[in-house]
């Protein structure tokens, strides 16, 4: 079977001009253009470029999911089985554009798609996720290496054979854990791979170390006897009834209640809905998960300046770390826009 | 401690006037059965289903998973303490019917706290996702129950948990007296010098009320780490009493065909040194009480002389720090260990796969990511009830969700072949 391959290329490698040119719109051509006859060639017999379509690099990006769509409807009347865009080296714009049209092509149309750049370019971290990206050198004088491994990735897509990792198959790492099935079940496997450590012989993980983001801490309140001090939990302590509907795992919102003229939390009045773990405690008694009653202690005593009058709560059960983070930017946000200059965070 | 595992491999399973086992075929009278098990006042009813793999049935509301076993000499009964007194199992002769399973299901309905919507387990016999449970691929009698009136849910827990062992026991001694497929015998004998030794340190969940996992019948809170031989685990020294998170719980079944446990002993004598298993309580609390039990299990490990230690972790969430602290403490005192846990990086695999990490742990094998999506196809029937908890739509549906309510699927115990790789 020879496979059907549409190329997605910027306008200066279509041929339509330069930066003069970044303006131009959407063109579709018949057959291979610029770079693709490299890459037609490398397909051989496997297969061909039926269609290019090309966009300038500015035009494209004043919007760039509508670009994206009109690309997609010129590609989906040439029915390619796979989609090929680049390679785009370190060229941003030209990137960036490989980057939407594939996702897109993908979403919509449902058949592979992959590109081609630099390890360096901004998109490459936008879409890595998203798209096979076959990593180039930073310039067009890569093109004669960047070329036959595109080509050949492209067959294997369009195969539908099943992609393996990265550093066989020669694209760079998506970022992604996948469940695969493999011959031999885990207690086999780690007694073969303790076997190898105690002997001293190299060994692979199947769990790489993972990057945690580091927050170094803000620097010590100087005075805290004239701070404001904010209460905010992970422990998804909400008012009675869950006013703002925030789910008890892998949450999407984090809510706000007001505790002016509270001495304390009642019991009843305030609940955990975190499904991490078991609350009887803390239901019974609400000041153990946000320490409302001895922060008041605090204030009386002089050994706070005040309290905030607004608690915060998130849930951290099975919380995405994408989520978790945003959270994280918008509390403090309101924090920090509210004059709090110290916050107590109390966890499940 | 020797132990004769006398298999007997069950072809067929079906329903009959009386309860015998002859030529691969075990028959199961239904009331006899269902005698055996009301004889319990708390048990108020019991439905016995057949299912085979292949079969388009979803059993919803899995409890436990057990294998039918039996002792037919040497000390003690089958788990000991719930069936027993708790006198020291592991030697004599055990009778396996092999390739048959009893799924107990049930619910609570009284629970309607947040930290119960996590009660769902699926086990799917045919479709798309048999694939994923263990259990899909045994002949499994499903036990229903429903409990009396009254009864606290940790009540209602012990009377099914008891039920269930004690068909288990039953079925098996149907066997007793035929001779086994396969007479497979467990020991640690003296293994030849220079072998590496290595330990087994397994953790047992728990974190009160049905969540917990038992040992001679007791419950682990509370205890320290302790050793014992791998034979006991072979016999039910070690019951499941863990009710969430569907894909890494931990049934008997499991503890009873421990596959960490089988592989270091059957490859005792020739590529290594088993010295013992160690348990240990993980998900404690407090940071003290973790690192108490870590640090304690690292010193059994020494005390029995092991260079290298398996570590198995039960659970998620603050399960990982146990595992993680356990790890360092070993590998501080010069045991080099591998760790066996399953992955949380989010339903596209994008997310960070655990919570904590300590440098030392750079050996991990993996169970697969157990919050990837997964997609369930419409079966014809199914099983021990008709919805799925906290989930809209009947039971048979097809749906797509994740991969965290498939009993067994992520087993930390290293049931399974599944794996999470990068791509």
């Given at each position: 079977?020879?496979?059907?391959?549409?190329h997605?290329?910027?306008?200066?490698?279509?041929?339509?001009?330069?930066?003069?040119?970044?303006?131009?719109?959407?063109?579709v051509?018949?057959?291979?253009?610029?770079?693709?006859?490299?890459?037609?060639?490398?397909?051989?017999?496997?297969?061909?470029?039926?269609?290019?379509?090309?966009?300038?690099?500015?035009?494209?990006?004043?919007?760039?999911?509508?670009?994206?769509?009109?690309?997609?409807?010129?590609?989906?009347r040439?029915?390619?089985?796979?989609?090929?865009?680049?390679?785009?080296?370190?060229?941003?714009?030209?990137?960036?554009?490989?980057?939407?049209?594939?996702?897109?092509?993908?979403?919509?149309?449902?058949?592979?798609?992959?590109?081609?750049?630099?390890?360096?370019?901004?998109?490459?971290?936008?879409?890595?996720?998203?798209?096979?990206?076959?990593?180039?050198?930073?310039?067009?004088?890569d093109?004669?290496?960047?070329?036959?491994?595109?080509?050949?990735?492209?067959?294997r897509?369009?195969?539908?054979?099943?992609?393996?990792?990265p550093?066989?198959?020669?694209?760079?790492?998506?970022?992604?854990?996948?469940?695969?099935?493999?011959?031999?079940?885990?207690?086999?496997r780690?007694?073969?791979?303790?076997?190898?450590?105690?002997?001293?012989?190299?060994?692979?993980?199947?769990?790489?170390?993972?990057?945690?983001?580091?927050?170094?801490?803000?620097?010590?309140?100087?005075?805290?006897?004239?701070?404001?001090?904010?209460?905010?939990?992970?422990?998804?302590l909400?008012?009675?009834?869950?006013?703002?509907?925030?789910?008890?795992?892998?949450?999407?919102?984090?809510?706000?209640?007001?505790?002016?003229?509270?001495?304390?939390?009642?019991?009843?009045?305030?609940?955990?809905?975190?499904?991490?773990?078991?609350?009887?405690?803390?239901?019974?008694?609400?000041?153990?998960?946000?320490?409302?009653?001895?922060?008041?202690?605090?204030?009386?005593?002089g050994?706070?300046?005040?309290?905030?009058?607004?608690?915060?709560?998130?849930?951290?059960?099975?919380?995405?770390?994408?989520?978790?983070?945003?959270?994280?930017?918008?509390?403090?946000?309101?924090?920090?826009?509210?004059?709090?200059?110290?916050a107590?965070?109390?966890?499940? | 401690?020797?132990?004769?595992?006398?298999?007997?491999?069950?072809?067929?399973?079906?329903?009959?006037?009386?309860?015998?086992?002859?030529?691969?075929?075990?028959?199961?009278?239904?009331?006899e059965?269902?005698a055996?098990?009301?004889?319990?006042?708390?048990?108020?009813?019991?439905?016995?289903?057949?299912?085979?793999?292949?079969?388009?049935?979803?059993?919803?509301?899995?409890?436990?998973?057990?294998?039918?076993?039996?002792?037919?000499?040497?000390?003690g009964?089958?788990?000991?303490?719930?069936?027993?007194?708790?006198?020291?199992?592991?030697?004599?002769?055990?009778?396996?019917?092999?390739?048959?399973?009893?799924?107990?299901?049930?619910?609570?309905?009284?629970?309607?706290?947040?930290?119960?919507?996590?009660?769902?387990?699926?086990?799917?016999?045919?479709?798309?996702?048999?694939?994923?449970?263990?259990?899909?691929?045994?002949?499994?009698?499903?036990?229903?129950?429903?409990?009396?009136?009254?009864?606290?849910?940790?009540?209602?827990?012990?009377?099914?948990?008891?039920?269930?062992?004690?068909?288990?026991?039953?079925?098996?001694?149907t066997?007793?007296?035929?001779?086994?497929?396969?007479?497979?015998?467990?020991?640690?004998?003296?293994?030849r010098?220079?072998?590496?030794?290595?330990?087994?340190?397994?953790?047992?969940?728990?974190?009160?009320?049905?969540?917990?996992?038992?040992?001679?019948?007791?419950?682990?809170?509370?205890?320290?780490?302790?050793?014992?031989?791998?034979?006991?685990?072979f016999?039910?020294?070690?019951?499941?009493?863990?009710?969430?998170?569907?894909?890494?719980?931990?049934?008997?079944?499991?503890?009873?065909?421990?596959?960490?446990?089988?592989?270091?002993m059957?490859?005792?004598?020739?590529?290594?040194?088993?010295?013992?298993?160690?348990?240990?309580?993980?998900?404690?609390?407090?940071p003290?009480?973790?690192?108490?039990?870590?640090?304690?299990?690292?010193?059994?490990?020494?005390?029995?002389?092991?260079?290298?230690?398996?570590?198995?972790?039960?659970?998620?969430?603050?399960?990982?720090?146990?595992?993680?602290?356990?790890?360092?403490?070993?590998?501080?005192?010069?045991?080099?260990?591998?760790?066996?846990?399953?992955?949380?990086?989010?339903?596209?695999?994008?997310?960070?796969?655990?919570?904590?990490?300590?440098?030392?742990?750079d050996?991990?094998?993996?169970?697969?990511?157990?919050?990837?999506?997964?997609?369930?196809?419409?079966?014809?029937?199914?099983?021990?009830?008709d919805?799925?908890?906290?989930?809209?739509?009947?039971?048979?549906?097809?749906?797509?969700?994740?991969?965290?309510?498939?009993?067994?699927?992520?087993?930390?115990?290293?049931?399974?072949?599944?794996?999470?790789?990068?791509?």
């Amino acid at each position: 079977m020879t496979i059907r391959v549409v190329h997605y290329l910027n306008q200066f490698f279509a041929g339509r001009g330069g930066e003069s040119q970044a303006d131009c719109g959407i063109e579709v051509r018949e057959g291979e253009v610029g770079p693709g006859q490299l890459i037609g060639r490398h397909l051989g017999n496997s297969g061909r470029i039926v269609a290019t379509v090309s966009y300038g690099d500015n035009a494209f990006h004043v919007d760039p999911e509508r670009s994206a769509a009109e690309v997609v409807n010129a590609i989906a009347r040439c029915r390619p089985d796979v989609v090929v865009a680049g390679p785009a080296f370190e060229a941003g714009r030209y990137g960036l554009a490989c980057g939407y049209v594939c996702r897109a092509v993908q979403e919509r149309l449902g058949i592979p798609a992959l590109a081609a750049m630099a390890p360096e370019n901004p998109a490459v971290e936008q879409f890595r996720r998203d798209v096979y990206i076959i990593p180039t050198g930073r310039s067009a004088i890569d093109m004669a290496h960047a070329a036959p491994p595109l080509a050949a990735f492209a067959v294997r897509l369009a195969s539908g054979a099943e992609i393996g990792a990265p550093e066989q198959e020669g694209y760079l790492p998506r970022g992604r854990r996948e469940n695969v099935f493999v011959e031999r079940r885990a207690a086999a496997r780690i007694v073969d791979l303790l076997l190898q450590k105690v002997r001293g012989e190299i060994y692979q993980t199947e769990i790489p170390a993972p990057a945690f983001d580091r927050v170094p801490p803000a620097p010590a309140v100087q005075r805290i006897e004239a701070a404001t001090v904010a209460l905010v939990t992970e422990g998804g302590l909400v008012p009675k009834g869950n006013p703002d509907r925030i789910e008890s795992t892998r949450p999407t919102r984090w809510g706000s209640y007001d505790i002016s003229g509270l001495p304390g939390l009642p019991a009843g009045d305030f609940l955990s809905i975190h499904a991490g773990w078991a609350p009887e405690t803390v239901n019974e008694n609400p000041n153990r998960m946000v320490p409302l009653d001895i922060a008041r202690e605090l204030v009386r005593e002089g050994r706070i300046g005040a309290l905030h009058e607004r608690v915060y709560v998130a849930v951290g059960s099975s919380c995405t770390i994408e989520n978790a983070q945003r959270f994280g930017r918008e509390i403090a946000g309101r924090l920090r826009s509210a004059g709090v200059q110290a916050a107590i965070l109390t966890a499940t | 401690m020797r132990l004769e595992l006398a298999r007997h491999v069950v072809q067929s399973l079906e329903f009959g006037r009386r309860t015998a086992f002859e030529d691969g075929r075990l028959v199961v009278d239904r009331d006899e059965i269902r005698a055996l098990v009301l004889g319990d006042p708390n048990v108020r009813s019991v439905e016995i289903e057949i299912v085979r793999p292949g079969d388009r049935v979803r059993i919803v509301h899995c409890m436990d998973v057990v294998e039918p076993r039996a002792k037919a000499s040497g000390s003690g009964e089958v788990f000991p303490g719930f069936l027993g007194p708790p006198v020291t199992v592991g030697s004599g002769r055990t009778v396996v019917l092999t390739g048959v399973a009893i799924v107990s299901t049930g619910t609570w309905p009284e629970l309607t706290d947040p930290w119960w919507s996590n009660r769902e387990a699926i086990i799917d016999m045919g479709g798309s996702a048999s694939r994923y449970s263990p259990y899909s691929r045994t002949r499994n009698l499903v036990l229903s129950f429903r409990t009396a009136a009254g009864l606290t849910p940790a009540q209602q827990d012990h009377a099914i948990r008891v039920a269930t062992l004690r068909v288990a026991r039953h079925l098996a001694l149907t066997a007793r007296d035929r001779s086994p497929d396969e007479v497979e015998t467990c020991e640690l004998g003296q293994a030849r010098g220079g072998l590496p030794r290595v330990a087994y340190i397994c953790h047992l969940g728990s974190l009160g009320a049905l969540y917990n996992t038992y040992l001679y019948g007791h419950s682990v809170a509370g205890t320290l780490p302790t050793l014992i031989h791998p034979n006991e685990l072979f016999d039910g020294a070690v019951v499941n009493g863990h009710h969430r998170l569907a894909s890494e719980r931990h049934p008997t079944y499991d503890h009873q065909n421990s596959p960490v446990a089988t592989e270091l002993m059957q490859r005792h004598g020739r590529d290594l040194n088993f010295v013992g298993v160690i348990l240990m309580r993980s998900l404690a609390e407090l940071p003290e009480e973790k690192e108490r039990l870590a640090s304690y299990t690292a010193k059994l490990a020494k005390l029995l002389g092991a260079e290298a230690a398996v570590i198995t972790r039960q659970g998620g969430g603050h399960a990982i720090f146990d595992l993680m602290t356990t790890c360092q403490r070993c590998e501080q005192v010069g045991i080099k260990t591998a760790l066996l846990v399953n992955e949380m990086a989010g339903h596209a695999g994008t997310d960070v796969s655990m919570i904590d990490f300590v440098p030392e742990a750079d050996l991990m094998v993996s169970a697969g990511n157990h919050e990837a999506l997964i997609d369930l196809p419409a079966l014809d029937r199914a099983v021990g009830g008709d919805v799925l908890l906290g989930m809209p739509g009947r039971a048979v549906d097809a749906r797509r969700l994740q991969l965290r309510w498939v009993f067994g699927a992520n087993s930390q115990l290293g049931v399974g072949c599944l794996t999470a790789r990068a791509r």
